[in-house]
């Protein structure tokens, strides 16, 4: 992702350069008032259509970003609750109490990695699943209560299982590549019509520059929350460890 925002830093302040060198050679009468009023106006039309599709990609990937985090602090709550009822059910459910904690260690270290440069992975391990739910289908409930306590293990089950299909169904990305694509082509474009019209001086490279930098640190950031698993800006693991943490004895 900082590779893609320098990219496009470059691709913006390139953009510039280019105006300021065409806007040395062409002729006076291209430079009047009128032709200056003009391309100000077709560029103000351009810059508000990319302020609008910045603010709307903004938008979504925010909105991706939240749903997500919502998911796995719903996630944590529903194993914490779960090895809770676990807890109670007595000392049958040991040995299930204890997978449920291999299976929630497995899936931190999966979805966050100690070394940051490995890849986040949502696909969860079968075998550790399966083994984890054969564990409380063999639970023999004694009495009413356990056979309570066993029917809400089970909802909680399957209710983890379907945040984490959620979760692996939502990890494509929400920001569209194309729409991507055509924000940058119109940036290149703004960038290059307003410095071919503004005065050649170290003033406006500055203003183009400090444009071009808080430009990249928006798509930096749209990209980012597009992917919350990963990256700078990322989904704490905190909610998952305090269950671990926090485990009744």
Not at 136 to 161: A, E, F
Not at 199 to 223: G, H, R
């Amino acid at each position: 992702m900082i590779l893609i925002a320098i990219i496009l830093f470059a691709l913006l302040v390139a953009a510039a350069l280019l105006g300021r060198r065409v806007h040395r050679n062409l002729p006076e009468n291209h430079l009047s008032a009128d032709s200056r009023d003009a391309v100000k106006l077709a560029m103000g039309l351009v810059a508000t259509m990319t302020a609008l599709v910045l603010g709307l990609l903004v938008s979504s990937a925010k909105d991706s970003y939240d749903t997500k985090r919502s998911e796995v602090i719903q996630m944590a709550a529903k194993v914490s609750f779960l090895d809770r009822v676990l807890a109670l059910y007595g000392p049958e459910a040991a040995e299930v109490r204890d997978q449920l904690g291999a299976v929630v260690t497995s899936a931190i270290q999966r979805i966050w990695p100690t070394d940051r440069r490995d890849p986040s992975q949502l696909t969860p391990s079968e075998q550790a699943g399966d083994i984890l739910y054969v564990g409380i289908q063999t639970l023999s409930p004694h009495d009413d209560t356990q056979r309570t306590l066993k029917t809400q293990i089970s909802t909680l089950m399957v209710d983890l299982g379907q945040l984490r299909a959620l979760l692996i169904a939502q990890s494509i990305p929400s920001i569209s590549t194309p729409m991507l694509i055509i924000l940058v082509s119109w940036l290149v474009v703004i960038f290059f019509g307003f410095s071919l019209i503004a005065p050649p001086n170290a003033t406006t490279m500055l203003a183009l520059v400090a444009s071009a930098f808080s430009v990249a640190c928006a798509i930096f950031l749209i990209l980012e929350l597009d992917q919350p698993f990963a990256g700078l800006i990322h989904i704490p693991s905190e909610p998952l460890i305090k269950v671990l943490e926090h485990r009744p004895k």
